[in-house]
């Protein structure tokens, strides 16, 4: 049977999650909602919705929906998710989760309470590079993990009322892209024993670049940096005692990777795709569904809970503020 997905907040990310979901097999875009009716009625009409609503609350009243995407900014993740699970819908919603572990937590009690599927849309960890990196990591390919390595930056247009600048919107480096590096030293090396981090901040106050070193009991170590003022490698390498990982940029969307292990030749897995990448998190979530599921195997809720207090410890320890 289709699975009748609903997209709340009709923005830019969201244009890109619904040409993937048109090309998942089972998948069907069912609803739209907006704040505004004329930018549900456009978005619905481009991608064939067959409900087009011009306020959020307005989705509750649909028939027959599966799942709603929640691809609003940051500072409404929360409330959007509580919404509809408080409806007894299932959830994808953006990344960040939240704003902070407070607002995650709610909405993982509210999941929980109410046995009804939550997911963070932490799109890079369903990747078949990423999962392919931690297979090998998991196998001993290179050894035990000592240090990696990852940075994301891009030279973001500095619209001072745009999303990333505006701090009032939640803007700033860590939320928006220094989430994927920490994620990725989260996967690799799990709870770190200690963080240090430091930011730069610009004139509307939010943060612009952030720089984050974790240390773990075990002796390992993770460097990482995201930067909305310049373009970096955005590469992932994860250096074990006998081998390194090199996941090519932008590593969080990344299609291919590298093992490099001494005595012997490097060893590339490529992974290509036509599409944005949104369909893998698409398609477990779908898995998910029909196995009954009410998180994911993959993407915990603890490892999201997990993830955004690391994300508020970065954000205490560099003077971050929302
Ligand atoms: N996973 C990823 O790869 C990825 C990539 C980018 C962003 N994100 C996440 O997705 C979330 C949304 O990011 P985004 O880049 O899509 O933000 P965005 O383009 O600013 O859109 C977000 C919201 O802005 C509103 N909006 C868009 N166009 C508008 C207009 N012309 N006038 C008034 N309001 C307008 C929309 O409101 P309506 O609800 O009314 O439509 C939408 O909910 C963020 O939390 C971000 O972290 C994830």
Redesign the pocket.
Known sequence: MATRWGI??????????VQDLLTVEGAVLHAV????QA??DE?GEQYGATHRFGS?EQLLTCPDLDVVYV????I??CQNTLMLLNGGIPVLC???FGMNAHEVSQMVETARSKRVYLME???SRFMPTILKAKELVDTGAIGRVRLVRADFGFAANPDPV??LFNKE??GGSL??IGIYPLFLSYLMLGKPAQIRAAATFGETGVDEQCGMTLTYDNGAMAMLDSTLLAKTDCVGLIFGETGTIRIHGRF??STALTLERPDAQPETFTFDRQT?G?EYEIRHLMQCLSEGRTESNLWSLDNSLDLIALLDAVGAEAGISY
């Open positions: 709340l907040g009709l923005g830019r990310i969201a244009h890109k999650f909602a907006a704040s505004d930018r549900a978005f959020y691809a609003t900014r940051h409404l993740h953006e990344k960040p849309a932490l799109w745009g999303r919107l939640g939320l928006d969080h969307e944005h949104y």
